[in-house]
């Protein structure tokens, strides 16, 4: 009968650092490990923190991974140059993205009208 999985690995990509946190379910023990960021290679940083935690990989049941470097090239302006196409009928997608609509009270459940 194969083990059970019981590790949840947890990885954050930050300006300096990449933060990992391995957490056994089992016995609610939990490691954590930093390593340095590697900007040109952000996987690197990641691997690197990862086999610091020692995991055994046949145990892992959730890998989960965050990160801004995404929101970082968008605010900074690097990365490639993109554009968005919609169908007709949604031209309102960026203002309720922005919470820019007429009337946000028609969202909120619990607003009583005056």
């Not at 957490?23 to 954590?32: R, S």
């Not at 290679?41 to 086999?51: R, S, T, Y």
């Not at 960026?94 to 028609?106: E, K, Q, S, T, W």
């Amino acid at each position: 009968m194969p083990e059970e999985k019981t590790i949840r690995i947890a990885v954050d990509i930050g300006g300096t650092f990449v933060d990992a946190i391995k957490l056994d379910t089992e016995t609610g023990q939990f490691e954590l490990r930093k390593s340095a960021t590697t900007p040109r290679e952000p996987w690197v940083g990641v691997l690197n923190a990862i086999k610091g935690l020692d995991p055994s990989l046949l145990q892992v049941d959730t890998f989960i991974h965050g990160t801004t470097l995404g929101l970082n090239s968008l605010l900074e302006r690097r990365g490639a140059k993109t554009g968005i196409i919609t169908n007709e009928g949604f031209r309102d997608l960026f203002l309720i993205g922005r919470a820019n609509v007429p009337d946000a009270h028609m969202y909120d459940f619990l607003y009583t009208r005056p």
